[in-house]
């Protein structure tokens, strides 16, 4: 308990020292994330929503680390007499925290700007949720009803949200063309890293990670996991999120270059003019 007091005063700590300008840059991110008041969705907040899905497995931990420090001051009476374990109706709730925000992020965005295909970006966040809920019914429900009906529908949400997910993350968010068999380069055409064989292998190894994420959230809900696979299935997500933030911030570099060299051919014949003046 002290240790998780320790983090959080460091993080809230106020002042300029100790990464003062990023603790506080972080913290507002956050807090825009979590209490979306502002119509505007920038690029620090969409790609930190990003990696707290990533990290929905660890915020189960603190959230069972805070039902075990809550439990002594509210043991009072039948209503709050419960077990802090992975089976309780919370956990699945905090599971679906980070797909939920991301979901409100997209429909803000198409509301905003009028971009048809946030739509679809915020329906692969929400096939997320069925995959946790299902899950999470396992130990609601009979075993005859958990085989014969919920298990399936588990099962094909599964399949669904791993391979959206992956799709987006290859024609969407690394804008590459390896879902455009009329293209006749499966790359872009701007790369900034050298070699291609990069992009296959990010591209290959995405789509194991990805289902193995999806699984790992439904084992999660479904509290069958082992610490052992927890683990693997974590580090995994960890490479995962890490060549996805290179591939998805150079997408973004290009388009602000491309952007700024719009720009300069737009105002070099007035700077010609003025130089002729």
Known sequence: RFLYFIL????????????????????????QIIVPLDG???????????????????????????????????????????ECNRRLWLFPCILSLPYLWRFVQCVKIHYSTGATDQLANAFKYFTALPVIYFGSLKHRVTPEEWAEVYKI????????????????????????????????????????????????????????????????????????????LTLLICLMEVMRRFQWMFFRIEVALLKTWGDIARELELLSPKIHHDLEA
């Open 8 to 31: 959080l005063f460091a993080l809230l700590l106020p002042g300029s020292w100790f990464f003062g300008k990023h603790r506080q840059f972080f913290v507002k991110t956050l807090y």
């Open 40 to 82: 505007r969705v920038s690029f620090s907040q969409f790609l930190l929503a990003d990696v707290l899905t990533s990290l929905a497995r660890p915020m189960t931990d603190i959230g069972l680390a805070g039902c075990h420090f809550l439990k002594p001051y509210t043991s009072i009476g039948n209503f709050f007499d419960f």
């Open 153 to 228: 529908f588990w099962v094909a949400c599964i399949v669904l949200n791993s391979l959206f997910s992956y799709y987006w993350d290859i024609a969407k968010d690394w804008e590459l063309g390896l879902f455009s068999p009329g293209k006749e380069k499966m790359l872009r055409e701007d790369l900034l890293y050298s070699s291609p064989a990069w992009y296959y292998l990010a591209a290959t190894t995405n789509l194991f990670l990805r289902v193995g994420w999806t699984l790992e959230l439904a084992l999660e809900a479904v509290d069958i996991s082992g610490r052992g």
